[in-house]
Structure formats: structure tokens, C-alpha cells
């Protein structure tokens, strides 16, 4: 004769029910982990190519002050310095934000020499930084630049009479 002695509790039922959720539990934990790693993946390859991206802009960035620096050193020349004034002339002038168009032409046509016509005159862009684009054209380029360098003594003298 045998005899059998189990001395273990019965299970609860807090116990069979744990038995049985704990493998799908596993499951969606291991689902999860999977998604939170293929995210983590994703967001590591943005990173990157953000920082790639803002190497590049970076390294542009040092290119075009690297250009500014060869224009300032250019413009520096003495053989430019005339077009600077000019230029500053210019700018003062559309600074003035008061003088009509209509002024500003006939002041224009008044300094033209027989040789230089004035072929367009437009304000590209209106207040607070208007922009003012003259075009003339001549027979050489001598007399272009002999109207901007008489211009630009005339313009002063006119403009500080109004």
C-alpha cells in the first residue's frame, strides 16, 4: 500500500489567474520594448541627419564669410573705393525717404552728360528700406563713370539746398 501525502496548499485563485496572464503580459512587454527600441533607432537617424545637415550649413556658413572677406578685401582696393563712395552716395540719398521720384529724375537728367542716357528709374522696394534702381547706359564705359563721379558732387549739392 502507498500513500500519497501532498502537504501544499491549494493554489489560490490570485495564483491560477498570475500562471495565466503572466505569458501574455510577457508578451506585450516584449512588444513594447521591440516599438520603444525601432522608435529609438528612428529618432538616433534623425539626429544624425539633423546633425549632418547643420554641419553642412555650418561649414556653408564659413564658406560664405570666407567670400565676404574676399569682397571686403577687394572692395578695399583703391581702384574701388570711388564706386564705394558712389554706392554710400546712393544710399544716403534713398535714405532721404522724402524726395518724390519725379524730383529725383529730373535731378538725375539735369547731371547726365550728352553722352550717358538715363534708360530706367524704379523704386524696387518701397518704405521702411525702400530700394532705388537706376539704370543708364553710354557710349563707353569712360562716360558712365565720369556721370557718377559728377553726380555725385551734384546730387550733395543739390540735395542740401532742399
Known amino acids: ?5 501532498n502537504l501544499s496548499l491549494l493554489p489560490r485563485p490570485r495564483e491560477r489567474y498570475a500562471l495565466t496572464w503572466s505569458v501574455p503580459v510577457a508578451l506585450v512587454g516584449l512588444v ?3 516599438i520603444l527600441s525601432a522608435l529609438s533607432v ?14 553642412e550649413v555650418q561649414e556653408r556658413e564659413l564658406q560664405l564669410r570666407d567670400r565676404e572677406a574676399e569682397f571686403r578685401r577687394e ?10 563712395r558712389d554706392t554710400q552716395f546712393v544710399n ?15 535731378r538725375i537728367t539735369r547731371t547726365l552728360p550728352p553722352t550717358v542716357k538715363l534708360t530706367s528709374l524704379a523704386l524696387a522696394r518701397p518704405v521702411p528700406d525702400p530700394l532705388l534702381r537706376i539704370t ?11 556721370f557718377l563721379a559728377r553726380s555725385k558732387m551734384q546730387m550733395t ?5 532742399s
Not at 46 to 55: A, D, I, K, P, S
Not at 75 to 84: E, G, H, R, T, V
Not at 136 to 146: H, K, N, Y
Not at 157 to 161: D, F, G, N, P, V
Open 1 to 5: 500500500m502507498k500513500i500519497d501525502l
Open 75 to 84: 572692395l578695399a582696393k583703391p581702384q574701388y573705393q570711388q564706386l564705394s
Open 136 to 146: 543708364v547706359s553710354g557710349q563707353t564705359a569712360e562716360a558712365v563713370e565720369g
Open 92 to 106: 544716403a540719398l534713398i535714405g532721404k525717404k522724402y524726395l518724390a521720384l519725379t524730383e529725383l529724375t529730373a
Open 42 to 55: 528612428k529618432a538616433l537617424r534623425n539626429y544624425h541627419n539633423v546633425r549632418q545637415t547643420l554641419q
Open 32 to 34: 513594447g520594448l521591440v
Open 157 to 161: 549739392l543739390l540735395t542740401s539746398r
